[in-house]
């Protein structure tokens, strides 16, 4: 199976204040794995920097092999890696089809042996809703149908790793649902996923492997069954 990404020893700064303190995590091909933990734990912290969004202070960040540390976030993109913000960011006066449209880019090197190829006929039979709000203003939508659209315009791109910030987040439960179901189908058709969630009954939907980190630190990484199983950790680091 091998792994796709690999992040050892990440520190990360805010200013002068320090997020994550050595964080090591580890991404194989072809599974889904939540990263979990309570708000202000560092997650999305970590699924920027892993974009490069934000500057690490040490440590790595591998994918497929090859460092990818420091590099820009358009050449992160272009290597195959898709990034779904919590804040979902639609083009609000554009169409849902021209949003879609914005995304779309070839297929990058070696994409095709194990993720699936996407066009607007294929993200419409994943997101049916979004086929019937084809021409509508995005800004336009629900909450819930800017969040399938914003997973839908990263999956334009082609990825063969997905990063995924909260998307259960503020949904309503029929539309968590159908997040669950998509994310489902993604991993049946061989997307690597990493997504970041405080939802254990969402994650424990999706995923097959998770990472706990509170305060920036990992407590734990297993499979989520054993987390699932763990009650005093659940009530250490996921309990509200």
């Not at 933990?37 to 934000?54: C, D, E, F, P, V």
């Not at 690490?56 to 994918?63: K, L, T």
């Not at 910030?165 to 503020?170: F, K, L, N, Y």
């Amino acid at each position: 199976m091998g792994g796709m990404l690999s992040v050892s020893g990440l520190c990360v700064f805010y200013g002068r204040a320090q997020v994550l303190f050595d964080l090591n995590a580890e991404v194989p091909r072809g599974r889904v794995v939540a990263l979990m933990g309570r708000n202000g734990a560092g997650k999305s912290t970590t699924m920027k920097a892993i974009m490069g969004l934000l500057p690490v202070a040490a440590g790595r960040v591998a994918f497929e092999g090859r460092e990818i540390t420091g590099l820009d976030p358009y050449r992160i993109a272009r290597l195959g890696i898709g990034y779904v913000p919590e804040d979902r960011r639609v083009f609000p006066d554009m169409t849902v089809d021209e949003n879609l449209e914005v995304g779309r880019r070839p297929l990058p090197e070696g994409a095709g042996l194990d993720a699936p190829a996407w066009d607007r006929e294929a993200i419409y039979t994943l997101f049916p809703n979004l086929r019937e709000l084809r021409a509508r203003g995005a800004g336009q939508t629900s909450g819930g149908e800017q969040q399938m659209l914003a997973l839908a315009r990263t999956l334009m791109g082609n990825p063969r790793l997905l990063l995924l910030d909260e998307p259960s987040e503020g949904l309503a439960p029929v539309i968590v649902q159908q997040m669950a179901r998509a994310i489902q189908r993604l991993k049946r058709q061989g997307l690597t996923v990493l997504l970041s969630e405080q939802n254990l009954r969402f994650a424990h939907a999706v995923a097959d492997e998770a990472v706990v980190i509170e305060k920036g630190r990992v407590r734990f990484a297993g499979s989520i069954q054993e987390l699932e199983a763990d009650e005093t950790l659940k009530r250490a680091y996921l309990a509200v």
